[in-house]
C-alpha cells in the first residue's frame, strides 16, 4: 500500500466471497455490460494476469480507469484489496465525505482457465468491496475475461468477444514491433544467390596514368592558343 511492495500478507485469514454471496450482496447491474467491456478493452488491451479498475459515474459513464498486473505470490484478499485501493486513490478523489456514494467501482479480470467462478475470483470480489467502502465508492459488478469470452459474475450476461487473446489484435504501440528498416542504395539480394553476385561491388573509376612528357605537352598546346581580349569600356 502507498506505493511500497511489502510483499504477500502473512495473515491466515480466508478472505474471499463465494458466487452466492456475491449474489446476495445486491451488486448494481451494468447497464450495457458489452459497450463497457468493449470501451475497457480498447483503453488498456489487457493480457491474462491483468486486473483493470474503473469508476462510473452518476451516469454509469466510464470516469477513470487502471490496469495493472499481480505477481502470483499475491493471492490473498487483502494484498488484492490494497493493490486496488492505491490505484484508486491515484485516478480519482474519494467521496467518504458524501452520505450516499454517486460513484461505482467495477473490476474487469484478464485471467486464462474456464469462464466459472474460482477461488481467487472471489478474493478479487472482497477486494472490490473493501476498497470501494474505504474509498467512498458503490461496489460494481466483477467481470472476467476468458479464453471463452466475457462474463459478468452474478448475473449470467456474456459474450464471446472481447476475449482474452483479443490484446493481440490491438495496433503496434511500440517501434520494435515493426520492421527492420532497409536501405534504398542497398539492392536487395535473391533468394540461393552467393552474396557476391547479387551486390557486385561498385569501384570508383581510376583517372588514367599520364606520362610527365605529355602533361608538358598538354600545357604547351594551352598556352598556344590565342588570347581572347576585351577592351575596357
Same mark, same amino acid.
Given at each position: 500500500?502507498?506505493?511500497?511492495?511489502?510483499?504477500?500478507?502473512?495473515?491466515?485469514?480466508?478472505?474471499?466471497?463465494?458466487?452466492?454471496?456475491?449474489? #446476495? $450482496?445486491?451488486?448494481? =447491474? +451494468?447497464?450495457?455490460? @458489452?459497450?463497457?467491456?468493449?470501451?475497457?478493452?480498447? %483503453? /488498456?488491451? !489487457?493480457?491474462?494476469?491483468?486486473?483493470?479498475?474503473?469508476?462510473?459515474?452518476?451516469?454509469?459513464?466510464?470516469?477513470?480507469?487502471?490496469?495493472?498486473?499481480?505477481?502470483?505470490?499475491?493471492?490473498?484478499?487483502? #494484498? $488484492?484489496?490494497?493493490? =486496488? +485501493?492505491?490505484?484508486? @486513490?491515484?485516478?480519482?478523489?474519494?467521496?467518504?465525505? %458524501? /452520505?450516499? !456514494?454517486?460513484?461505482?467501482?467495477?473490476?474487469?479480470?484478464?485471467?486464462?482457465?474456464?469462464?466459472?467462478?474460482?477461488?481467487?475470483?472471489?478474493?478479487?470480489?472482497?477486494?472490490?468491496?473493501?476498497?470501494?467502502?474505504? $474509498?467512498?465508492?458503490?461496489?460494481?459488478?466483477?467481470?472476467?475475461?476468458?479464453?471463452?469470452?466475457?462474463?459478468?459474475?452474478?448475473?449470467?450476461?456474456?459474450?464471446?468477444?472481447?476475449?482474452?487473446?483479443?490484446?493481440?489484435?490491438?495496433?503496434?504501440?511500440?517501434?520494435?514491433?515493426?520492421?527492420?528498416?532497409?536501405?534504398?542504395?542497398?539492392?536487395?539480394?535473391?533468394?540461393?544467390?552467393?552474396?557476391?553476385?547479387?551486390?557486385?561491388?561498385?569501384?570508383?573509376?581510376?583517372?588514367?596514368?599520364?606520362?610527365?612528357?605529355?602533361?608538358?605537352?598538354?600545357?604547351?598546346?594551352?598556352?598556344?592558343?590565342?588570347?581572347?581580349?576585351?577592351?575596357?569600356?
Amino acid at each position: 500500500m502507498n506505493g511500497i511492495d511489502r510483499g504477500p500478507s502473512r495473515c491466515n485469514g480466508h478472505r474471499s466471497i463465494t458466487l452466492p454471496e456475491w449474489q #446476495d $450482496h445486491g451488486v448494481p =447491474l +451494468l447497464r450495457a455490460p @458489452r459497450e463497457f467491456v468493449t470501451e475497457l478493452h480498447q %483503453r /488498456h488491451l !489487457p493480457q491474462p494476469g491483468t486486473t483493470v479498475v474503473a469508476v462510473l459515474n452518476a451516469e454509469h459513464r466510464v470516469a477513470a480507469s487502471a490496469s495493472f498486473g499481480v505477481r502470483p505470490q499475491f493471492s490473498d484478499g487483502w #494484498d $488484492h484489496r490494497n493493490a =486496488l +485501493l492505491g490505484h484508486l @486513490r491515484r485516478i480519482t478523489p474519494h467521496d467518504l465525505k %458524501r /452520505h450516499r !456514494p454517486s460513484r461505482t467501482a467495477v473490476l474487469l479480470r484478464c485471467r486464462e482457465g474456464g469462464p466459472d467462478w474460482t477461488e481467487q475470483d472471489g478474493a478479487w470480489m472482497w477486494a472490490l468491496r473493501a476498497a470501494a467502502e474505504l $474509498h467512498g465508492l458503490r461496489c460494481g459488478s466483477y467481470l472476467t475475461l476468458t479464453p471463452a469470452g466475457w462474463q459478468s459474475l452474478g448475473d449470467g450476461r456474456r459474450g464471446r468477444n472481447p476475449h482474452s487473446g483479443s490484446w493481440t489484435l490491438g495496433p503496434v504501440h511500440t517501434v520494435t514491433e515493426l520492421p527492420p528498416r532497409i536501405r534504398r542504395d542497398t539492392p536487395s539480394a535473391p533468394s540461393g544467390a552467393p552474396l557476391s553476385e547479387a551486390l557486385p561491388a561498385q569501384q570508383p573509376p581510376v583517372a588514367p596514368v599520364t606520362s610527365l612528357s605529355a602533361l608538358r605537352a598538354l600545357e604547351g598546346a594551352h598556352d598556344d592558343r590565342p588570347v581572347r581580349r576585351t577592351a575596357a569600356r
